[in-house]
């Protein structure tokens, strides 16, 4: 298994952008978590080998999950971010075909990257 490496993590100010990207290859299911400082990980989002995206009702809207299979790239445009998006990004893999934002169906994790939103 290749494990993931997250960058484009950053500190940026409440309603600002950040894009986070993934070096990672192809899997069923492929999905960016959140980890807030003193809480556990919780998915953001995330996207299967066919396309199909599954996001929280906190990321729906304001996140976008996506993928480049030519580069073996993921992504995970964040907009409008908020002091509560603050916290440690992850990303994952899982071979799992039904994997959606379940953590405990992913077996391959990046390090992380923090992102830091100030108000």
């Known amino acids: 298994q290749v494990q993931p490496v997250e960058s484009g993590g950053g500190s940026v100010q409440t309603g600002g952008s950040l894009r986070l990207s993934c070096a990672t290859s192809t899997y069923a299911y492929q999905g960016w978590f959140h980890q807030a400082p003193g809480k556990e990980r919780e998915g953001v989002a995330a996207i299967n080998s066919r396309g199909s995206t599954s996001y929280t009702d906190s990321s729906k809207g304001r996140f976008t999950i996506s993928q480049d299979k030519t580069m073996n790239t993921l992504y995970l445009q964040m907009n409008n971010l908020k002091p509560e998006d603050t916290g440690m990004y992850y990303c994952?893999?899982?071979?799992?075909?039904?994997?959606?934002?379940?953590?405990?169906?992913?077996?391959?994790w990046g390090q992380g990257t923090q992102v830091t939103v100030s108000s």
């Open positions: 994952a893999t899982s071979s799992i075909e039904w994997a959606g934002l379940r953590s405990s169906l992913y077996t391959s």
